[in-house]
C-alpha cells in the first residue's frame, strides 16, 4: 500500500481498519494492517492483527516468522 512505503501509517490505519470491516477473513488484509500498526509503534495492534492472520492461514510460515520478529521487540523492551 502506497501510504505505507510513503511513511504515512497513520492514514493507512482507519483505511485497513475500514477493509477489515468489509473483509474480516482476508489474512494479507491483516498482515498489511499489522505492518501499518508496526510502523507506529503499536506492538499489541500489530501482535493481534497477525495472529489473526496466522488463525486464517495457519500455513503461512511468513506470518509466524513476522510474529516471532515481532516477539523478540517486545521481549527487547525495557519494562515501563
Do not use: H
Not at 21 to 27: A, F, Q, R
Request: net charge negative.
Amino acid at each position: 500500500m502506497t501510504l505505507l512505503r510513503g511513511d504515512r501509517p497513520s492514514q493507512a490505519i482507519p483505511i485497513f481498519e475500514r477493509a477489515l470491516v468489509v473483509s474480516p477473513d482476508d489474512p494479507s488484509l491483516w498482515f498489511e494492517c499489522s505492518r501499518a500498526y508496526y510502523a507506529e509503534r503499536r506492538l499489541e495492534e500489530t501482535r493481534t492483527c497477525i495472529e489473526r492472520a496466522i488463525e486464517l492461514t495457519p500455513e503461512a510460515e511468513n506470518y509466524r516468522r513476522a510474529l516471532d520478529r515481532l516477539n523478540q521487540v517486545i521481549g527487547s523492551r525495557p519494562p515501563p
